[in-house]
């Protein structure tokens, strides 16, 4: 089993950090694969020192792999988890359907953080 972590919406509309367990029950004993996931292209992003957003939600659920630096992800609670070279993380927090977005509410922000500048790798689901 391979442990993520999960950023999602919950039923009160707010966003939510979750870990899932992937099963790795492909392959062969020297190296053990998942089930393919299909995606909708990729996109390279780098975030100067500095870089933090407003509290927004994706707007269609994607990976995120850190290929360079630190992203910070806060959220509405308070609540920060850090992801650093090589983590990679499910942001899956769209704003509910029928919904207004409302800043105070619904969402996350990411910062980059530390000196260095944040290079990062976003596949569509």
């Known amino acids: 089993m391979m442990k993520h972590v999960v950023l ?27 089930d393919l996931f299909s995606s909708g292209g990729f996109q390279f992003r780098e975030s100067p ?24 992800i806060m959220l509405q609670d308070g609540s920060t988890r850090q992801f650093m070279q090589g983590d990679y993380f499910f942001c899956a ?11 105070k509410i619904h969402g996350h922000r990411s910062r980059q953080c530390g000196d260095e500048v944040l290079q990062t790798m976003f596949i569509r689901a």
């Open 8 to 34: 999602l919406t919950t039923d009160d509309g707010r966003a939510a950090f979750r870990e899932r367990l992937e099963s790795l029950e492909g392959g062969s004993p020297a190296v053990r694969l998942s």
């Open 49 to 72: 020192v500095g870089y933090e957003s407003d509290f927004h939600c994706t707007e269609q659920p994607q990976w995120i792999v850190i290929l360079k630096g630190c992203m910070e």
């Open 93 to 103: 927090d769209v704003l509910p359907a029928a919904a207004t977005f409302d800043p």
